[in-house]
C-alpha cells in the first residue's frame, strides 16, 4: 500500500505499561489524547514458598517487545503510519527488584516484586538496629515506613542470600534498577551502551532516595549497606534518556530510533494521566493492588494516619518537584485473581461480577484479603487473610461480594486517612485501572464512601500519563501540558444509593474483621508442618 494512502493522525505517542499482572503497549494521538491501539501478555508470577512473589526480568522484557510488535501491526492494519511514533513512556510497577549483569545483560535472580514478604526478617534485623525499633526512623527523609514493600530491602535480601549477586558486586558486573530501569536500559541497548537511569518517582519507593535533596542518600545506602556505584542515575519524569534500539534476538525493531522520555513509577503516571495537577486532586488505581494518591503540590506533607508520602513527578529537568500523600493496598484485583487461579469459583475475573451481582449482599460475610499482611493504613506484616461471618447460608456468591466489598472497604480507610491529613474532605473520587470496569465494584465503592465515584471513559489513565511525560518531554514537545490544551475528558459517575448509617454499620463490622486478621504470623514460626 502506498504511504500516501495511510491515514495522517499527527504526532502519536506510545506507552508502554509494566504492570504487576500484565504488560501493555499503548498508542496515543498526542493531539486529542485518544487511545488509537494497544496490545496486552498477562505476566506470570511464581511463588516459589510461601509469600514469596517473583517474576522472570527475560519474560518481561519480552512481553513489551511482543506488546510493541503487535501493537505496530495493529496499527499498519488500521491504515495509521506507525513513523508518526515521535516517543515512548514508561511506566511500571513500582519498587519490584532487579539485579543484572552488565557485561552480559542477562538478570542475577528473578525479579523480586513488590508484594514479596520474604524479606520480614530482614525488617525485622534492621529495626534492631534503629533507636527504638521506629519503623518510620527515616520517614522524614525517605516519606516511607521500614517494610519489606520497599526495593532497599529486596536488594539487602538479594545480597545477602544470592552469590551469583555478591560476586558480580566484587566483581563491579552488578546493576540494580526497579522495572523502569530494566526496560529503559535494555531497549537502549542493554550490554551495548544501554542507558542505567531511573526517574525521581520510581527512586522514591527504593528508601535510598532522598526525597528532598532529590538525590540517592549516602547514609541510607551506608545503613543498608548498598553499594552506591550499582544505582541507577536518577533523571527528572519527562526527559530524552535515549533511543529505542533494535532487538536482534528477538527480531523487534519497528520502532527503533524512537527517542524514551517519559517515565513514571504507576501510580504517579496515573495521577498525571488523571490531570491532578492541582493541590489536593487524587485519584484511586484498582489494579492488583489499590493505590490512592492525593496531590500536595510542591510541598512535602507527612501523614500522621499511616499513609506514605511520595514524589508524585517532575515533569522535565527544570521542573520543580510535585509531592503526593499515598494510600497503599496490597490487594485489590489479586483478590479476583486469587478466587479465579486458587479457590477455581470462577473461571474469569469477569464472572466475579456476575456472582456478586446475583446476590447483592454479601449477607454478613467479611473478607480481610491481608495476604501480604496490612499496607496503609496499619502497616502490619503479621496480619494474613480471613474470611469470617460464615453460615451455612454462606455461598460462592457471597464470597464473590464480600471481596469486591473488600477492595472498597479497604479504599474507604485510606481515603479516611487522606480527609484527617489534608482537612479537606475529597467530595468525589476519581478512579481508574482494571477493575473500575466492574460496575457492581463501582456502585458498592460509591456506597461505602458516600460520595459520588467518577471513572474516565477511556480507564488507560496510567499509560496515558506515561505517554503525556514522553511527548511533553524537551526535545520532542508534541503534547502540551497547559491546563488550557488538556483535553476534557467524558466520565461515568456513580452516585451512593444506600443510606450513610447502613454504610457505617457495614464499615465497623469490616473494621473489627481487620483486627481478627493480625497479629497471625510472626517470622520465627516453623514455615510447614514438619517443623523443618
Known amino acids: 500500500m502506498a504511504a500516501s494512502d495511510r491515514m495522517v493522525l499527527g504526532p502519536l505517542v506510545g506507552s508502554i505499561d509494566q504492570g504487576t499482572s500484565s504488560t501493555r503497549f499503548l498508542v496515543f494521538n498526542a493531539k486529542t489524547a485518544e ?35 503487535r501493537t505496530c501491526e495493529k496499527l499498519q492494519q488500521l491504515n495509521i503510519d506507525i513513523t508518526n511514533i515521535k516517543a515512548i513512556g514508561v511506566s511500571n510497577q513500582r519498587e519490584t527488584t532487579v539485579v543484572w549483569d552488565k557485561t552480559t545483560g542477562e538478570p542475577l535472580y528473578n525479579a523480586i516484586v513488590w508484594l514479596d514478604l ?188 499511616g499513609l506514605l508520602t511520595t514524589i508524585a513527578y517532575k515533569l522535565g529537568r527544570d521542573k520543580p518537584v510535585c509531592y503526593a500523600l499515598e494510600g497503599s493496598v496490597a490487594i485489590a484485583g489479586a483478590v479476583v485473581r486469587w478466587l479465579r487461579d486458587n479457590l477455581g469459583i470462577v473461571k474469569t475475573s469477569q464472572e466475579v461480577e456476575k456472582l456478586a451481582a446475583e446476590v447483592g449482599t454479601s449477607y454478613g460475610c467479611y473478607f480481610v484479603p491481608a495476604f501480604s499482611g496490612l499496607y496503609a493504613p496499619y502497616w502490619e506484616p503479621s496480619a494474613r487473610g480471613i474470611i469470617c461471618g460464615l453460615t451455612q447460608f454462606t455461598n460462592k456468591n457471597h464470597i464473590a461480594f464480600a471481596a469486591l466489598e473488600a477492595v472498597c472497604f479497604q479504599t474507604r480507610e485510606i481515603l479516611d486517612a487522606i480527609n484527617k491529613d489534608c482537612g479537606i474532605p475529597l467530595n468525589q473520587l476519581q478512579v481508574d485501572g482494571g477493575m473500575t470496569n466492574n460496575k457492581v465494584l463501582m456502585q458498592l465503592q460509591s456506597d461505602i464512601l458516600c460520595i459520588p465515584v467518577v471513572k474516565p471513559s477511556m480507564p488507560e489513565t496510567t499509560a496515558l500519563g506515561a505517554a503525556m511525560a514522553a511527548g511533553a518531554a524537551e526535545g520532542v514537545g508534541i503534547w502540551s501540558l497547559n491546563p488550557g490544551d488538556l483535553t476534557a475528558v467524558t466520565c461515568e459517575r456513580f452516585e451512593p444509593q444506600i443510606n450513610p448509617e447502613e454504610s457505617e454499620y457495614r464499615y465497623a463490622r469490616w473494621k473489627k474483621a481487620v483486627l481478627k486478621s493480625m497479629g497471625w504470623e510472626t517470622s520465627e514460626a516453623p514455615s510447614n508442618g514438619t517443623g523443618k
Open 35 to 69: 487511545l488509537l491501539s494497544h496490545h496486552q501478555v498477562e505476566i506470570q508470577q511464581k511463588f516459589p514458598k510461601e509469600g514469596w512473589v517473583e517474576q522472570d526480568p527475560k519474560e518481561i522484557l519480552k512481553s513489551v517487545h511482543e506488546c510493541v510488535e
Open 118 to 305: 520474604r524479606t520480614q526478617s530482614t525488617v525485622e534485623r534492621l529495626l534492631k538496629r534503629i533507636p527504638g525499633k521506629n519503623k518510620a526512623f527515616f520517614k522524614f527523609r525517605t516519606g516511607l515506613p521500614l517494610s519489606t514493600y520497599f526495593s532497599a530491602v529486596k536488594l539487602r535480601w538479594l545480597l545477602d542470600n544470592v552469590e551469583e549477586i555478591r560476586q558480580a558486586v566484587d566483581d563491579g558486573r552488578a546493576m540494580f534498577g526497579t522495572i523502569d530501569s530494566w526496560l529503559i536500559w535494555s531497549l537502549t541497548g542493554g550490554k551495548n551502551g544501554g542507558v542505567h537511569c531511573t526517574d525521581v518517582t520510581n527512586a522514591s519507593r527504593t528508601m535510598l532516595f532522598n526525597i528532598h535533596s532529590l538525590e540517592w542518600d549516602p547514609e541510607l545506602c551506608q545503613f543498608f549497606d548498598i553499594p552506591m556505584e550499582i544505582l541507577p542515575k536518577v533523571r527528572s519524569s519527562s526527559e530524552i534518556y535515549g533511543l529505542m534500539k533494535i532487538c536482534p534476538s528477538l527480531k523487534s525493531g519497528a520502532l527503533t530510533g524512537v527517542p524514551i522520555s517519559g517515565c513514571l513509577g504507576d501510580q504517579s503516571a496515573a495521577l498525571v494521566g488523571q490531570m491532578c495537577f492541582q493541590d489536593g486532586q487524587a485519584k484511586n488505581t484498582y489494579g492488583t493492588g489499590c493505590f490512592l494518591l492525593c496531590n500536595t503540590g510542591q510541598k512535602c506533607v507527612f501523614s500522621e494516619h
